[in-house]
């Protein structure tokens, strides 16, 4: 049996096949891994598959299968899932864009509990080379939207992880597109994954082959995953909406504190400064402790519920997430101030349009921020 098993998937990979087989190689040797290649075709029409043909004939761990149906890199790699002897895969590129090197620090990953461990290069250590404009625009798009799912998971769409046989072995796969592991992270069983930062460099020799087709795939599979989670209420996704949820109901009870407050101070109290004679002073010192009373309630609320942990917060002293809060908070009563002002003074719309948008909109700035930095895990 194999320590685990390397999955490449390649097409058209004749100028790197070889060198990608032996530095995969070199890395067992040297990190005394026994491990297994899994080269995984679709049927290129260069010199790929007789290379690998060639090289199999000494090399009894290597493996490889063409596919001449369904082409994909995404199906490729799921196929591979299917054919790999032992319990670990690992995922990677043919053209070097990921180094072998950290082969032995992956499988170390899994080895000490993780489920999924990510090469991952949105994080501090990683980082991407040469790589053009555009590609990098589009990526960060990507790796947002796969973010709205993970929050947790700086690199949700990259090419290069580990995963556990069990993870991937029940799970309704539905390989589509480039991003095979944003599906194995909404659809696979999976409670600890770890991110390991590495350098991802640009192929130097072979062919690209993405599209303008990926990137709608790539919105098609975020949807299938987030309605996936619907239905399956043990996936990670679900608990990110369970979070979502809670935070909105949260915030209801924010609006009952405030309002109450508010007119508990201003009908009850009769603030008895003389200036609180004039309507709008009275109502403004009303006002600043009925929102403070409101924030204090939702961080609660928040802190003891919503985000409620057995981990460790980054932020390990309450104190620390209030302030947090408490600054994210005025940020977003500001986002609902400048929108409401702006579309109802500049653009005509209705104001109570316009404060139902900016609401939204802090709603989000609010949860989103928070749930990164505020209630963030620490590592
Ligand atoms: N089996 C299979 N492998 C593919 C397919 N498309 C790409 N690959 C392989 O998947 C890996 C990543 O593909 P790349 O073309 O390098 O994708 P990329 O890294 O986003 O783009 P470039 O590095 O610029 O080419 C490489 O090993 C490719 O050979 C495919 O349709 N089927
Ligand atoms: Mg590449």
């Not at 944003?182 to 696979?188: F, N, P, S, T, Y």
């Not at 508010?262 to 009908?267: D, G, Q, S």
Request: hydrophobic share 45%; glycine share 8%; aromatic share 12%.
């Amino acid at each position: 049996m194999y320590d685990l098993t390397v999955i490449i998937p390649t097409f058209k990979e004749e100028s790197n096949i070889g060198t990608i087989i032996e530095s995969v190689d070199a890395v067992f040797s040297q990190n005394a891994i026994t491990g297994e290649i899994l080269v995984v075709d679709d049927n290129s029409p260069d010199r790929t598959i007789e290379l690998i043909r060639e090289l199999k004939k000494t090399k009894p761990h290597l493996s490889f299968l063409v596919r001449t149906e369904d082409p994909g890199l995404s199906q490729s790699v799921v196929e591979g899932f299917r054919r790999a002897r032992s319990d670990i895969f690992l995922v990677m590129d043919a053209d070097f864009s990921h180094p072998p090197a950290l082969i032995p620090v992956m499988l170390g990953g899994i080895r000490a509990g993780n489920d999924l461990v990510i090469g991952s290069r949105y994080m501090e250590g990683g980082g991407i080379k040469k790589w053009p404009l555009k590609r990098r625009v589009i990526s960060l798009g990507a790796t947002f939207l796969g973010r709205l799912l993970f929050p947790e998971i700086h690199d949700p769409v990259s090419g290069f992880f580990a995963v556990k046989r069990s993870v991937v072995e029940h799970a309704p796969l539905r390989p589509r597109g480039y991003k095979i592991l944003l599906e194995v992270l909404g659809k696979g069983s999976w409670k600890k994954a770890l991110e390991v930062p590495f350098e991802f460099i640009d192929r130097a020799t072979g062919s690209s082959k993405l599209g303008s087709r990926t990137i709608i795939e790539y919105a098609e599979q975020v949807i299938d995953n987030a309605r996936f989670s619907w239905n399956h209420h043990e996936s990670v996704v679900w608990q990110e909406w369970e979070k979502l949820f809670k935070f909105g109901v949260v915030g209801l009870s924010g609006i009952l504190v405030n309002e109450g407050v508010l007119i508990y101070l201003k009908e009850y109290v009769h603030l008895s400064l003389p200036i609180a004679n004039i309507p709008l002073i009275g109502l403004s010192i009303a006002s600043i402790p009925a929102i403070e009373l409101s924030i204090l309630n939702n961080f609660i609320w928040n802190d003891f519920w919503t985000f409620k942990t057995d981990q460790q917060h980054a932020m390990p002293h309450w104190w620390q997430r209030f302030l947090s809060f408490q600054v994210i908070s005025i940020g977003g009563a500001a986002i609902n101030f400048v929108i409401l002002i702006a579309l109802a003074g500049f653009f005509g719309v209705d104001y109570r349009i316009a404060d139902l948008l900016g609401i939204l909109v802090a709603f989000a700035w609010n949860f989103w921020v928070n749930r990164r930095v505020t209630w963030k895990k620490s590592e």
